[in-house]
């Protein structure tokens, strides 16, 4: 059952008290990120950091992405004191750190390596390598922009900006221009990476020319971007549907699955914000994507970006299109009835914690 601030936020009504349900929503979720992030914090320090399952990847990077956004929207140093102790952790964990050699490529790599999805053969995925280092770059960026930060914070966030930029430099020689003129793709070996993988690199890539004097990734970021939204198909609705693979002269006929799907929509939304190959009207298509193909009106989620497959309860990984709802107010109404519905089940409280970070951001803060 939706409580009663929700059931006025749906409704569009005002409470007649100092804050408005919204700011109260706002409240209310900033309160559950910092008892959650608390305890996460807590329990990934206490433990061995390691990639080898992935770990560094799908989990404690969600939990760095947290830190970060909400070091942007709340100002709260706490988030970026707690997000250097977290991020030196995961840097000393990087393979050239123990001498440690990719078993696939043969030589060894500023990355953190995994023994997953390669047969128990330790090598590192790229996919892997931007997802720790985007909010590494996304902090020296922010770091950059606040004069205040950069005096307390100036030092680590250049000792995040160094890692993220040779761990990158890594999977340069992936980066194929082509196959258009002003396309550029990311291949492993002969074959192009799933369409969320190559939204993982570009992230990444748009971090490190946001935080970088001389931004080195300009144009194989825009080549990236135009290449991926080429993939891209727009519905009779006025949607978008992608696949999960990228097929060289092809239009997809698979669909991406919901969870991954994310990771595309939170690179085209930055796009969009960047004015980077994608437009605003890219952003909205999208949002008809989320309203009217992922999230069904009885509060299930389908599989996939074309809203098929068997439908599901909600989980923390529908919190993670949250980008979108800093621009939509449907989509971010849409995402609180889910996250507070009954059904709603959270499995990876790294990424429960992400999605709080978006919804918090969405919503407007209470005012003196």
Known sequence: MLGAGLVLIAAGIHSTGA???????????SERFRTLNVALFDSTLRTPISNDQGQLAWQVSFHLQALVEMLETTHDTLYASQFVRLADAVAAERDDQHQRVDEIRHHMLKGWGSRKYSMNHRTVWTVHTGLIVAPLAQFAALVRRNPAWAARYGAAAQRCLQIARESMA???????????????????????????????????????DAASESPPYQDRLARLARHLRQHMQRQPDSSL???????????????????????????????????????????????RTFLQHVVKPDGRIAA???GDGPLSAPTEAILLWGRLARHHSGVRDALLRLYHS???????????????????????AATD
């Open 19 to 29: 804050a408005t349900p919204l700011e109260t929503e706002r409240a209310r979720l």
């Open 170 to 208: 890594s999977h340069d020689r992936e980066f194929r221009p082509g196959p258009g003129p002003d396309e550029g793709r990311m291949l492993w070996f002969a074959e192009s990476l799933p369409f969320n993988q190559q939204s993982v690199v570009g992230r990444a890539w748009l971090f490190i």
């Open 241 to 287: 549907v992608w696949g999960y693979w990228v097929t060289l002269g092809e239009l997809p006929t698979d669909r991406e699955d919901i969870s991954h799907g994310a990771l595309g929509a939170d690179f085209l939304v930055l796009c969009a914000e960047a004015g980077i190959g994608f437009t605003a009207a890219d952003r909205r298509a999208l949002e």
């Open 304 to 306: 996939n970006v074309g």
């Open 342 to 364: 009954d059904t709603f089940k959270s499995v990876s409280p790294q990424s429960e914690l992400l999605g709080l970070a978006f919804l918090v951001a969405s919503l407007p």
